[in-house]
């Protein structure tokens, strides 16, 4: 296999300081850890680097996967470099992984393991294994390398090389889609960021998957059922994609291979679904949020995804706003209504300032109305005080209010914008 030396790895990322990787390896020995390993982006960027001399190597975080406890392994990095140059940020002992920071550079370690699926869509049982037996149970050919800091060489069990050569990725197994549908979110998103297609062979996996729909619970039934890979850590992956830099390349993927059935159907089907999330972002909304409203039952899928409850709020929110609007739109009086009446109609729903938004990047029939209240109408105050008004002699009382309202409706009245 290839060989990457350690000088020439802490050479080529350059947040690595010298003799990092050394001490990482010197630590797995003195744990009697059998082996430590790259794994990650960082192996998938080394590889692409060596091919193109111009390409830029960006570490957000260092991966390592060993072959033994990470508990002990960290507290042999503490004994080498110190426990103040060694902070422990975070420990999760069900996936057997670790994130901590050395001289303020995360690096993540997992022990190598094993995963198995009894239940499609649910999280997996993990096992202590080989680091050749976690490559196995990674989502893609590319991301099924490591770089082995005792020799130097790599371990690529799945043609990663040949993948990247061919800017092509590939799930590793036939079952890969059906054990975890987040990998289809995963595809979209690696395939956008890296501008790699995805195999035919990937392509008919997730069609034929998605379509059979073999996970035991179907949209529309009890969300609180969901399988996590159709809830909860889909709501995760959803949450990366749409932030990420590529998000509207990663969409398009999505809804290219029939891949967003699994959140939603409408979401599938919807041709202008990238310029709503688009006018979304642009407004300052969540565009999560704004993916879930445009589904078929928003409120469902907000429950199925576990958003946090000011999201629901905002769904919800919005959901009301718009059933309020049908109701305008059914008595067709709304076209002679001042700008002073539609403050006073829109002001009457109490709801958070993305709901008006999302209806109007859903093209509410009265978006026009909506956009004037919320950027001009809503902004515009009273030109007197109650402090005024009772200095020329008014009595402190509810007739001050009506006057202050009157004064702000007469001079939104003025500023009549649609």
Not at 187 to 207: E, G, H, P, V
Not at 233 to 243: A, I, V
Not at 280 to 304: Q, T
Request: hydrophobic share 40%.
């Amino acid at each position: 296999m290839q060989l990457f030396d350690k000088s020439k790895i802490e050479k080529e990322i350059r947040e690595l300081p010298k003799g990092i990787l050394t001490i990482l390896l010197e630590a797995a020995v003195s744990a009697n850890i059998n082996s430590v390993a790259i794994v990650g982006g960082v192996v998938r960027d080394l590889i692409t680097k060596s091919k193109n001399k111009d390409y830029e190597i960006i570490m957000n975080d260092l991966d390592l996967i060993i072959e033994g406890e990470t508990t002990n392994y960290i507290k042999e990095l503490q004994k080498i470099l110190g426990p103040e140059k060694v902070k422990i940020i975070r420990n999760n002992t069900t996936y057997k992984t670790s994130e901590i920071t050395i001289n303020g550079i995360k690096v993540d370690i997992a022990e190598a393991r094993e995963e198995t699926y009894p239940i499609p869509g649910e999280n997996p049982i993990v096992e202590s294994s080989t680091i050749k037996n976690d490559l196995i149970r990674r989502d893609f050919n590319i991301n099924a390398m490591a770089i082995e800091l005792k020799d130097n060489r790599l371990i690529d069990l799945f043609s990663g090389l040949d993948a990247i050569d061919n800017m092509k990725m590939d799930f590793l197994h036939e079952s890969s889609v059906l054990d975890d549908p987040t990998r289809i979110i995963r595809a979209s998103r690696y395939s956008a960021k890296l501008d790699f297609d995805l195999s035919n062979q990937a392509i008919r996996q997730i069609k034929k998957t998605v379509n059979l729909w073999p996970w035991k619970w179907h949209v529309g039934d009890n969300t609180e059922l969901a399988p996590s890979a159709l809830s909860i850590r889909l709501k995760m992956e959803l949450e990366l994609l749409l932030k990420s830099k590529y998000w509207e390349n990663a969409l398009k993927n999505l809804q290219n291979c029939g891949g967003l059935k699994i959140v939603d159907s409408k979401l599938q089907n919807d041709q202008r679904l990238i310029e709503k999330i688009f006018i979304a972002k642009k407004s300052n909304v969540d565009p999560l949020i704004a993916l879930i409203y445009e589904s078929k039952n928003p409120i469902n899928l907000a429950k199925r995804l576990h958003i946090t409850q000011q999201q629901k709020e905002i769904i919800y929110g919005a959901c009301q706003l718009n059933k309020y609007l049908e109701n305008i739109i059914t008595d067709h009086l709304y076209p002679n209504w001042a700008p002073s009446k539609w403050t006073e109609i829109l002001e009457e729903i109490n709801v958070n300032e993305s709901c008006f938004k999302l209806e109007i990047c859903r093209e509410n029939p009265l978006k026009e109305y909506l956009k004037s209240w919320l950027f001009n109408w809503k902004n515009i105050q009273s030109p007197i005080k109650g402090d005024d008004l009772i200095a020329k002699g008014w009595e402190p009382g509810p007739e001050i209010g009506k006057e202050i309202k009157r004064q702000r409706m007469k001079l939104i009245d003025k500023k009549r914008i649609y």
